[in-house]
Each structure stands twice: as C-alpha cells, then as structure tokens.
C-alpha cells in the first residue's frame, strides 16, 4: 500500500512539474498548431470546391454565349462562406494560402443577391489588408469596392466592372474619374485602365 501512495505522488509531482515547464507549454502549442494546420486545410479544400464548380459552369456559360444561370449556386455558395467567416473569420492567405483565399474573394464577388454580406466581407478585407498588407491581395479590394459601387447605382472607382452590351461587347460602366485612375489602380497591384480594357475584350471577345 506504501508503495502505491508512493508511486502516486511520483506521477503526481511528475505531472506537476511537466505542467510548469517549457516543454508542457511547446507540446500544447504544437498540438494547437497542428489542429489549426489540419481546419485550414480542409476550410481551403471547401473554398477552393466551391469556387471551381463555380467557374467551371460561368465558363460554360460563356462558352455557349448564354446569361442563363443557376442563382441557388450563389445562395449556397453564400450561407458556406459565411458560416467559414463567423467561425474562422476572413480566409486570409496566412490561414488557408493565396489560392484559397483568392478564391474565398471570388465567391463574395459573385454574391450579388447579397448586397450587405459583400459590404461586410469588403470591411473584413480591409481590416486584415490594414494589420497585414501580406495577408490580403489590395487588386481584391479593388474590385468588391467597384461592384458594390454598382450595386447601389454610383459610379464605380477603379475601372474593373463591365457589363454585357445587346450586340454581345462589353462595355466599362460608369467611372468616377478616369484621369486618376491609374494612380489608383497601381495603388491596388492592377495593370493600366488601358492594358485592363484590351485584355478583357480579348478575353471576352
């Protein structure tokens, strides 16, 4: 019996002790760390789904020149991200690397049933472009301060919104000030109005 109470306060002084040292404190922090590692991946795994089925049909799309689209793909897509933010906050590129989070972007940016969620996404951008210019791409910013512009009828402010002509052309839609805005979209990390102009048409053509 004496041997036992002894034995149980060896363990117990052992545990005690590991719990006051470093190394109770690095194990705890690599275990945390790989628990993160293992939700980000699968958050971006999520992310990135979404967004190439989201892709591969506007592709489609536009490949057999038709505006026919499916908008309970957006709806979706929408209640996924925001239950993501609400949990884990914005996929910053720090939490689910640049694809991802390029790609978390693009999902918002084609929220267009959901004015005020693309509003807040755009202030969870800029929070976390303000504390780590690292985490987000600015070109992002950019272009979901354009199409909320234009959601609510103003005129949008770095050139990157078009819309789709009758005879099947794009046309840029209205600019705030033009003779500025390659100073602005530089600003941004976005090629010239001009270069952006050519590439769409091309693209688009």
């Known amino acids: 019996m004496m041997l036992f109470l002894t034995e149980v306060v060896l363990v117990r002084t052992f545990a005690w002790n590991l719990l006051d040292s470093k190394l109770f404190y690095k194990v705890i922090s690599i275990f945390l760390y790989y628990l993160m590692n293992?939700?980000?991946k699968i958050i971006a795994r999520r992310i990135n789904t979404m967004a190439r089925i989201d892709q591969a049909i506007r592709k489609k799309m536009h490949k057999h020149k038709t505006s026919k689209w499916n908008s309970q793909i957006d709806k979706m897509n929408t209640l996924t991200m925001e239950k993501i933010i609400a949990m884990y906050g914005?996929?910053?590129i720090g939490m689910v690397g640049k694809k991802a989070s390029h790609n978390a972007w693009l999902l918002v940016q084609h929220a267009d049933h959901d004015t005020?969620?693309?509003e807040k996404c755009l202030r969870h951008i800029q929070k976390e472009f303000s504390s780590d210019p690292e985490s987000i791409q600015?070109?992002?910013i950019a272009y979901l301060t354009d199409r909320i512009a234009i959601h609510h009828g103003k005129e949008q402010i770095f050139g990157t919104q078009f819309r789709i002509k009758p005879d099947g052309k794009l046309e840029l839609l209205p600019l705030k000030n033009r003779a500025k805005v390659n100073v602005l979209r530089k600003k941004y990390g976005l090629k010239t109005l001009q270069s952006y102009l050519?590439?769409?048409?091309e693209k688009y053509k």
């Open 38 to 40: 293992k939700k980000s």
């Open 90 to 92: 914005w996929p910053t």
């Open 116 to 118: 005020p969620f693309q």
């Open 138 to 140: 600015p070109k992002e």
């Open 198 to 201: 050519k590439w769409v048409r």
